[in-house]
């Protein structure tokens, strides 16, 4: 398995899945905004920016994982392992 694309190859799948970076920041944050805009889905009532997006999904202090899903040029989706929120002790 290939830490760029953990192990799920676009010939099987029609699409891979990598470490999101900088590039992939516009497609995922409009992506997200269509279902922001599509209301009823998720906690925040308002449209991010991109730099936003970077800032709470790919590079934030609080952001150790950020994977994307992408179809030639089209990201699909993408998964985000967060800490904002303190863990519990123990």
Not at 4 to 18: L, P, S
Not at 66 to 82: D, H, N, Y
Request: with cysteine; glycine share 12%; net charge negative.
């Amino acid at each position: 398995m290939s830490g760029t694309n953990c192990g799920v190859e676009a010939g099987t799948t029609g699409f891979i899945i990598r470490k999101a970076r900088a590039d992939d920041a516009p497609g995922l944050c409009d992506l997200l905004n269509a279902i922001l805009r599509a209301g009823g889905t998720m906690a925040r009532p308002t449209a991010m920016t991109v730099p936003e997006f970077e800032d709470w999904y790919i590079y934030g202090a609080h952001v150790p994982c950020c994977q994307v899903a992408v179809a030639g040029e089209v990201r699909l989706g993408f998964q985000v392992l967060s800490t904002f929120y303190p863990l519990p002790q123990g």
